[in-house]
Structure formats: C-alpha cells, structure tokens
C-alpha cells in the first residue's frame, strides 16, 4: 500500500507571498493532519481534518489555512510569507480520528 | 496544559550498548502515547502506540513500556542503523471526538560501530 505523499517536497519562497503544499493520504484514510517542524520547536500541531471538515486547530496565525477533499486529499495554504515559516511541513493520515498517524515525507520550505 | 518532555536530548552508544530513553508527560486523558522514528529530511515513521500503563511492545531490539506518568524505550544491542532521532507523543481526549497529538523534542541516538 502506497503511504502519504507530499508536493512539492521542496520549496523556495520569498517574504510575502504564498504557498499552497498538497497531501495524498494513505488508501482508505479519512484522516489528514497537518504539522510544521522547526528545529527550535520541534513538531507543532496546525490543523486535523476529517471528511472535508476541520475537527482541531493548532495555535497558529490565520494565515495558515487548510481544506480536505472528498476524496480525503488535503491542502494547506500560507499567505503573507515570513522568515520565520521556514519549516519541514508534515502531513500524517489516519484511517479515523484519534487512530495512529503515518507521516510523509514533508515539504521543505524555505522563506528568503 | 499537556505536555512531553523527552531526556536525553542526546545519547551516543557503542554497537552492542544497550540503554534506555525517557518520555515523561504530562496530559487530560490520556488516550495513546506513540513513538515515532525520525531520519534526516524524512518524516518520522510509526513505531509503537501504548494505551494504558502497564503495557509494553516489542519490535526487533526495540520494547516500549508505559507507566502513568512515563514511557520508556528500551533499545537492546543496537547497530548502527538504529541511529536517528526518536520522538515521543501524546495524544488526549478531547470531548471523544478529536486529538492531536503532543510531541516532545525528541532523542537523538547515534550508535557507533
């Protein structure tokens, strides 16, 4: 069975633009969460999303934003690019809420 | 406010070396504790999830345990290829219906042939 996988995995953008990362869960999983890892902070939850539903928030600004297909894809978006939204951005899948996670890979992303 | 602690930050072993690494945490309800692995630029990778203390899981030289306030991985003549970084998180309930999961800092082993 093919696991998450993530586009683009890498990324460079400059301050204040945007940024759109896709996700392809895991065959059958309905459950796609969205996390950003930073060496200073290490993993920090974004958003959960659950048929085309955002179920949890993380403590991020509103320029982070996300949305689920009904085909379990998911997308989220970053506007108004800062420095400091460098970061390795993980998607992880499930087959509901509150089952194991499996992660992708990540999309790097670099704010010049 | 719930919360993860893992210690130590980092541990270097010689092949062969076994030892332990520590997750405290601190949560509401605690629904499932997991470890993950993680190698440079990949995402982590699922190990074990752990419910209710006591329990314990075994995956080649690796064997988690959960008490109430702790898990411990216990890693058993490592090789090399067990070098990486190894996290720990929580996961609470929340009115039964979502939860995402807590990390901690993670431990970064390196073992040396």
């Known amino acids: 069975k093919a696991g998450v996988t993530q586009t683009p995995r890498y990324l460079i953008k400059t301050r204040g633009q945007q940024v759109t990362l896709s996700c392809s869960p895991i065959s059958g999983h309905r459950s796609v969460s969205w996390y950003q890892q930073t060496p200073g902070q290490g993993l920090q939850f974004l958003f959960e999303y659950f048929s085309e539903t955002q179920r949890n928030k993380g403590n991020f600004p509103g320029r982070f934003s996300g949305r689920q297909f009904s085909n379990s894809r998911s997308e989220m978006n970053v506007s108004t690019l800062e420095l400091g939204d460098s970061a390795l951005y993980l998607c992880?899948?499930?087959?509901?809420?509150?089952?194991?996670?499996?992660f992708g890979p990540g999309t790097r992303l670099l704010v010049l | 406010e719930d919360q993860v602690t893992q210690s130590p930050e980092a541990l270097r072993l010689q092949e062969g070396e076994s030892s332990s690494l520590n997750c405290s945490y601190t949560v509401s309800g605690l629904r499932g504790l997991f470890w993950y692995r993680q190698d440079p630029g990949k995402g982590p990778e699922f190990l074990f999830t752990l419910y209710s203390a006591g329990e314990e899981k075994e995956k080649e030289r690796l064997k988690a345990t959960l008490t109430k306030k702790e898990s411990f991985l216990h890693i058993t003549a490592p090789k090399p290829e067990d070098s990486a970084t190894y996290l720990c998180?929580?996961?609470?309930?929340?009115?039964?219906?979502?939860?995402?999961?807590?990390f901690g800092k993670g431990t970064k082993l390196s073992v040396k042939p």
């Open positions: 992880a899948s499930s087959v509901e809420l509150q089952e194991t996670q499996y």
């Open positions: 998180a929580v996961q609470a309930y929340y009115g039964g219906s979502q939860g995402n999961l807590i």
